[in-house]
């Protein structure tokens, strides 16, 4: 798996966007980049995934760059309820299952 | 709900003790997994069964002993744990190991071995 670099924590305002950015350097061109959250107490929550065009659900957007060796999650309008660890993953998609996570952002919203 | 189910939420065993730990999935996925989460550590992955076969296993040591009876359900049998075992673990299930499907978890059990 392509290694993954994330800031160590980051804070937000509620009401505002939170833009969490992860480095993917080594992403190969058939790997494709996920994020997960974890709040605590709790099972990891997949949120969205994409290979190099942007993505939106209704949960958050993913723009990778076009080089694809960074990209950034967007939670467009941040809840109380967002506090969370984020995971940014990157994987072959033939092998989804067997991601390997590292240590995440810690995402604190702020009221 | 998160389509995942693990049981129990919460174990306290002693090293000489044997329990097992279940999964049940309802999201007609055919791969499971178990993950391991001690603190301030990252996740684990212990084990992966895909269509009910074995096809990963982490160096996991033997008193920790897998079995998937079902793409539906997963278990996690225990015995002569060590304290350094406690750690919440996790089961998730994907729609294959191939095909791209994330993975989706369950809360997990929380395992305090004394």
């Known amino acids: 798996d392509a290694k993954t670099t994330q800031p160590t924590s980051m804070d937000c305002a509620e009401g505002r966007a939170a833009n969490l950015p992860c480095n993917h350097s080594?992403?190969?061109?058939?790997?494709?980049v996920y994020w997960y959250r974890q709040i605590h107490s709790q099972g990891p929550q997949y949120i969205i995934h994409?290979?190099?065009n942007n993505e939106t659900n209704e949960m958050a957007s993913l723009i990778i760059t076009e080089d694809r060796k960074s990209s950034t999650l967007i939670l467009p309008h941040a809840t109380l309820r967002d506090t969370a660890v984020y995971y940014c993953i990157v994987r072959v998609n033939t092998n989804a299952g067997k991601s390997t996570f590292g240590d995440g952002t810690t995402l604190t919203v702020k009221p | 709900e998160t389509g995942v189910t693990q049981t129990p939420r919460h174990l306290v065993m002693g090293m000489t003790n044997k329990k097992s730990l279940k999964c049940e999935q309802h999201?007609?996925?055919?791969?499971m997994y178990w993950y391991k989460q001690s603190a301030k550590k990252p996740l684990e992955l212990m084990f992966v069964?895909?269509?009910?076969?074995?096809?990963e296993n982490n160096s996991v040591p033997s008193r920790f002993s897998p079995e998937c009876p079902n793409s539906s359900h997963l278990f996690l049998h225990l015995h002569t744990l060590q304290p350094e075992d406690s750690a919440l673990y996790l089961c998730?299930?994907?729609?294959?190991?191939?095909?791209?499907?994330?993975?989706?978890f369950g809360n997990g059990t929380r395992l305090t071995v004394t």
């Open positions: 080594t992403i190969s061109g058939n790997e494709y």
């Open positions: 994409g290979l190099k």
């Open positions: 998730a299930s994907s729609g294959g190991v191939t095909g791209g499907s994330p993975l989706h």
């Open positions: 999201l007609g996925h055919n791969a």
């Open positions: 069964y895909s269509l009910e076969e074995r096809v």
